[in-house]
């Protein structure tokens, strides 16, 4: 059985900033709430991964499955499915794209590296350029539900989260072809997690 969540209004992208009293690191976090309060988030971690945040509003009673991963959609773009991410994190490899709690999730976005560049194939890239984005997350009965969130305004607040500079960043073209390479897990464990996670899926 198919459950979907229509939204119809939410909250303005919005931008929250806290100070670790220990580190004095400071972070940043863009996030916005729907109508159904569902929250969504992208902040950049201290390595410079962007990574993304959904989670359950307060006081809902049902889970977020574990052995099913969520799949998110923006616009008319292809689905992201996390299943692949959820599976290499479970590996033990060392890669680690996916993080479960029965009521959120987060996955990794985009690698953060200034001069590796971002293209236009990246969920990032398409999060500034959307209107719309589905998140669907199945429940432990095998049903799922999807909510949606707008992306209007949430260009500029996210890069003013993650300190995205568009004017330093390159925008590189896909060149790598899955149908060219086929590496084991052993020969890709001294990559970086984001290249990892490139050749092996």
């Known amino acids: 059985m198919t459950k979907t969540i229509q939204t119809n209004a939410q909250t303005a992208w919005r931008s929250h900033t806290t100070k670790d009293s220990m580190t004095d690191e400071v972070k940043s976090v863009a996030m916005t709430l729907n109508a159904d309060g569902y929250e969504l988030a992208i902040q950049r971690a201290s390595n410079g991964s962007v990574w993304l945040t959904f989670a359950l509003p307060d006081g809902l009673a ?10 998110y959609r923006i616009d008319s773009q292809e689905a992201v499915n996390l299943q692949g991410d959820q599976e290499l994190t479970e590996e033990g490899l060392g890669v ?3 993080i479960w709690n029965p009521k959120w999730f987060t996955c990794i976005l985009w690698h953060g590296s200034d001069a590796e560049g971002i293209t236009e194939k990246n969920s990032l890239w398409k999060l500034f350029g959307g209107v719309k984005i589905v998140v669907r997350y199945y429940l432990s009965g095998g049903d799922y539900k999807e909510t949606e969130f707008s992306l209007n305004g949430a260009k500029t607040v996210i890069q003013d989260a993650i300190g995205y500079d568009e004017t330093k960043i390159i925008l590189r073209t896909p060149h790598l072809a899955k149908t060219t390479i086929n590496p084991s897990p052993e020969a890709c464990s001294a990559l970086p997690c984001w290249l990892r996670r490139l050749l092996l899926s």
């Open 96 to 98: 680690v794209l996916y």
């Open 62 to 71: 049902e889970k977020i499955s574990r052995e099913v991963a969520p799949m």
